[in-house]
Protein backbone atom coordinates (compact mmCIF):
# COMPACT_ATOMS: atom_id res chain seq x y z
CA UNK A 1 0.00 0.00 0.00
CA UNK A 2 0.66 3.68 -0.47
CA UNK A 3 2.25 5.64 3.09
CA UNK A 4 3.43 8.90 4.20
CA UNK A 5 4.46 9.39 7.30
CA UNK A 6 4.97 12.75 9.18
CA UNK A 7 5.14 13.44 13.09
CA UNK A 8 1.81 14.52 14.35
CA UNK A 9 3.27 17.41 16.44
CA UNK A 10 6.08 19.40 17.11
CA UNK A 11 7.19 22.29 19.57
CA UNK A 12 9.49 24.86 18.74
CA UNK A 13 11.01 28.18 20.18
CA UNK A 14 10.07 31.49 18.13
CA UNK A 15 13.61 32.36 16.40
CA UNK A 16 14.88 29.19 16.56
CA UNK A 17 14.81 26.49 13.40
CA UNK A 18 12.96 23.52 12.97
CA UNK A 19 12.85 20.07 10.66
CA UNK A 20 9.81 18.60 9.79
CA UNK A 21 10.27 14.84 8.60
CA UNK A 22 8.41 12.96 6.33
CA UNK A 23 8.90 9.26 4.52
CA UNK A 24 7.12 8.21 2.22
CA UNK A 25 6.17 4.72 0.42
CA UNK A 26 4.51 5.13 -3.02
CA UNK A 27 3.45 3.29 -6.58
CA UNK A 28 5.93 5.64 -8.11
CA UNK A 29 7.24 8.83 -7.68
CA UNK A 30 6.47 12.24 -9.38
CA UNK A 31 7.19 15.02 -6.76
CA UNK A 32 6.57 15.88 -3.31
CA UNK A 33 4.54 18.98 -2.02
CA UNK A 34 4.95 20.74 1.03
CA UNK A 35 1.62 22.59 1.79
CA UNK A 36 1.10 24.81 5.21
CA UNK A 37 -2.76 24.84 6.52
CA UNK A 38 -3.34 27.19 9.28
CA UNK A 39 -6.20 26.11 11.51
CA UNK A 40 -9.97 26.50 10.34
CA UNK A 41 -8.21 28.01 6.73
CA UNK A 42 -7.48 26.18 3.22
CA UNK A 43 -4.14 24.49 2.66
CA UNK A 44 -1.60 26.67 1.17
CA UNK A 45 1.51 25.32 -1.48
CA UNK A 46 4.74 25.64 0.11
CA UNK A 47 7.46 23.68 -1.80
CA UNK A 48 7.98 21.38 -4.87
CA UNK A 49 10.57 18.71 -5.08
CA UNK A 50 10.93 16.56 -7.87
CA UNK A 51 14.97 16.36 -7.79
CA UNK A 52 16.98 15.35 -5.25
CA UNK A 53 18.81 17.59 -3.12
CA UNK A 54 17.60 21.70 -1.51
CA UNK A 55 15.34 24.08 -2.38
CA UNK A 56 15.38 26.91 -0.67
CA UNK A 57 12.42 30.01 -0.90
CA UNK A 58 13.08 32.71 2.12
CA UNK A 59 12.81 31.12 5.12
CA UNK A 60 11.64 28.06 3.94
CA UNK A 61 13.70 25.13 2.87
CA UNK A 62 12.69 21.62 1.82
CA UNK A 63 14.68 18.61 0.82
CA UNK A 64 14.28 15.30 -0.96
CA UNK A 65 16.36 12.09 -1.51
CA UNK A 66 14.21 9.85 -3.84
CA UNK A 67 16.39 6.67 -3.01
CA UNK A 68 15.98 7.55 0.98
CA UNK A 69 11.94 7.96 0.56
CA UNK A 70 12.81 10.91 2.72
CA UNK A 71 12.39 14.99 2.35
CA UNK A 72 12.44 17.38 5.39
CA UNK A 73 10.97 20.99 5.53
CA UNK A 74 13.11 23.45 7.35
CA UNK A 75 11.72 26.54 8.92
CA UNK A 76 14.20 29.27 9.61
CA UNK A 77 14.20 32.68 12.22
CA UNK A 78 10.14 30.97 13.21
CA UNK A 79 7.75 33.10 14.04
CA UNK A 80 4.71 33.06 15.65
CA UNK A 81 2.62 33.07 12.25
CA UNK A 82 4.50 29.57 11.93
CA UNK A 83 2.18 28.21 14.13
CA UNK A 84 -0.06 25.88 11.51
CA UNK A 85 -0.08 22.28 10.25
CA UNK A 86 2.48 21.22 7.32
CA UNK A 87 0.91 18.62 4.71
CA UNK A 88 3.35 16.33 3.12
CA UNK A 89 2.02 15.38 -0.36
CA UNK A 90 3.51 12.59 -2.99
CA UNK A 91 2.61 12.44 -6.61
CA UNK A 92 2.39 8.86 -7.37
CA UNK A 93 2.98 6.65 -11.02
CA UNK A 94 -0.55 7.85 -11.69
CA UNK A 95 -0.21 11.60 -10.71
CA UNK A 96 -2.10 11.30 -7.83
CA UNK A 97 -1.48 13.30 -5.02
CA UNK A 98 -0.90 10.69 -1.72
CA UNK A 99 -1.06 12.64 1.98
CA UNK A 100 0.42 12.30 5.27
CA UNK A 101 -1.67 12.95 8.19
CA UNK A 102 0.08 16.85 8.59
CA UNK A 103 2.63 17.75 11.29
CA UNK A 104 1.12 20.46 13.71
CA UNK A 105 4.00 22.74 14.49
CA UNK A 106 3.36 25.26 17.61
CA UNK A 107 5.68 27.75 17.94
CA UNK A 108 6.28 29.33 22.02
CA UNK A 109 7.44 32.28 22.92
CA UNK B 1 -6.05 36.10 -1.27
CA UNK B 2 -7.70 32.39 -2.82
CA UNK B 3 -9.20 32.18 -5.78
CA UNK B 4 -11.00 29.21 -4.88
CA UNK B 5 -13.95 30.43 -3.08
CA UNK B 6 -16.46 27.84 -1.00
CA UNK B 7 -19.75 28.27 0.03
CA UNK B 8 -21.14 27.61 2.51
CA UNK B 9 -18.54 27.55 5.19
CA UNK B 10 -20.69 26.00 7.74
CA UNK B 11 -23.30 23.29 7.24
CA UNK B 12 -25.26 21.71 10.19
CA UNK B 13 -27.94 19.37 8.28
CA UNK B 14 -29.77 16.45 9.33
CA UNK B 15 -29.30 12.40 8.19
CA UNK B 16 -32.24 12.98 6.41
CA UNK B 17 -31.64 16.48 4.84
CA UNK B 18 -30.61 16.89 0.96
CA UNK B 19 -28.00 20.34 0.67
CA UNK B 20 -25.19 20.98 -1.54
CA UNK B 21 -22.15 22.50 -1.44
CA UNK B 22 -20.60 24.78 -3.90
CA UNK B 23 -16.87 25.69 -5.29
CA UNK B 24 -16.04 28.38 -7.39
CA UNK B 25 -12.05 29.40 -8.90
CA UNK B 26 -11.16 31.85 -10.65
CA UNK B 27 -7.77 30.70 -11.65
CA UNK B 28 -8.34 29.50 -15.12
CA UNK B 29 -7.74 25.78 -14.28
CA UNK B 30 -8.83 22.86 -15.88
CA UNK B 31 -9.04 20.40 -13.39
CA UNK B 32 -10.80 20.60 -9.76
CA UNK B 33 -10.89 18.28 -7.04
CA UNK B 34 -13.24 17.67 -4.36
CA UNK B 35 -11.26 16.40 -0.91
CA UNK B 36 -12.30 15.41 2.63
CA UNK B 37 -10.51 16.53 6.07
CA UNK B 38 -11.17 14.42 8.90
CA UNK B 39 -9.29 15.28 12.36
CA UNK B 40 -5.72 13.62 12.03
CA UNK B 41 -6.21 12.03 8.89
CA UNK B 42 -4.82 12.60 5.41
CA UNK B 43 -6.92 14.16 2.89
CA UNK B 44 -9.16 12.33 1.34
CA UNK B 45 -9.55 12.48 -2.26
CA UNK B 46 -12.90 11.78 -3.30
CA UNK B 47 -13.94 13.33 -6.85
CA UNK B 48 -11.73 14.67 -9.71
CA UNK B 49 -12.62 16.79 -12.62
CA UNK B 50 -10.75 17.75 -15.79
CA UNK B 51 -12.52 20.02 -18.31
CA UNK B 52 -15.69 19.45 -17.09
CA UNK B 53 -15.26 15.50 -17.52
CA UNK B 54 -15.26 13.27 -13.47
CA UNK B 55 -11.90 11.28 -13.80
CA UNK B 56 -11.90 9.92 -10.84
CA UNK B 57 -14.28 8.44 -8.02
CA UNK B 58 -12.31 7.19 -4.86
CA UNK B 59 -14.96 4.60 -3.62
CA UNK B 60 -17.11 7.53 -2.13
CA UNK B 61 -20.54 6.60 -1.19
CA UNK B 62 -23.56 7.30 -3.56
CA UNK B 63 -24.82 9.95 -0.95
CA UNK B 64 -21.90 11.83 -2.68
CA UNK B 65 -22.75 12.97 -5.77
CA UNK B 66 -20.59 15.84 -7.29
CA UNK B 67 -21.49 17.94 -10.53
CA UNK B 68 -19.39 20.27 -12.79
CA UNK B 69 -21.35 22.15 -15.38
CA UNK B 70 -17.92 24.15 -16.27
CA UNK B 71 -14.31 24.28 -15.60
CA UNK B 72 -14.96 26.98 -13.49
CA UNK B 73 -17.38 25.47 -10.87
CA UNK B 74 -17.88 22.59 -8.94
CA UNK B 75 -20.90 21.13 -6.41
CA UNK B 76 -21.18 18.25 -4.18
CA UNK B 77 -24.97 17.31 -3.71
CA UNK B 78 -25.46 15.45 -0.44
CA UNK B 79 -28.39 13.47 0.72
CA UNK B 80 -28.96 11.12 3.62
CA UNK B 81 -25.44 11.25 5.15
CA UNK B 82 -24.20 10.02 8.40
CA UNK B 83 -22.70 11.36 11.46
CA UNK B 84 -18.88 10.25 10.38
CA UNK B 85 -19.47 12.43 7.47
CA UNK B 86 -18.75 14.78 9.60
CA UNK B 87 -15.85 16.65 8.52
CA UNK B 88 -14.10 20.09 6.71
CA UNK B 89 -14.69 19.10 2.56
CA UNK B 90 -12.36 21.00 0.72
CA UNK B 91 -12.21 22.06 -2.79
CA UNK B 92 -8.91 22.45 -4.81
CA UNK B 93 -8.05 23.39 -8.29
CA UNK B 94 -4.78 23.28 -10.37
CA UNK B 95 -3.82 23.97 -14.09
CA UNK B 96 -3.43 20.68 -15.28
CA UNK B 97 -5.06 17.35 -13.98
CA UNK B 98 -1.43 15.32 -14.38
CA UNK B 99 2.01 16.27 -14.71
CA UNK B 100 4.77 17.03 -12.59
CA UNK B 101 4.65 20.53 -10.53
CA UNK B 102 1.19 21.65 -10.79
CA UNK B 103 0.06 22.68 -7.45
CA UNK B 104 -2.95 22.64 -5.96
CA UNK B 105 -5.05 25.80 -4.94
CA UNK B 106 -7.59 25.10 -2.43
CA UNK B 107 -10.70 26.77 -0.90
CA UNK B 108 -11.42 27.64 2.29
CA UNK B 109 -13.35 24.84 2.76
CA UNK B 110 -16.94 23.94 4.32
CA UNK B 111 -16.91 22.82 7.82
CA UNK B 112 -20.04 19.96 7.89
CA UNK B 113 -21.74 18.46 10.83
CA UNK B 114 -24.28 15.47 10.39
CA UNK B 115 -26.86 15.68 13.18
Known amino acids: GQNIDQPTEMTATEGAIVQINCTYQTSGFNGLFWYQQHAGEAPTFLSY??LDGLEEKGRFSSFLSRSKGYSYLLLKELQMKDSASYLC??????????WGAGTKLIIKP | ETGVTQTPRHLVMGMTNKKSLKCEQHLGHNAMYWYKQSAKKPLELMFVYNFKEQTENNSVPSRFSPECPNSSHLFLHLHTLQPEDSALYLC??????????????FGPGTRLTVT
Open chain 1, 49 to 50: NV
Open chain 1, 89 to 98: AVMDSNYQLI
Open chain 2, 92 to 105: ASSLRLAGEGYEQY
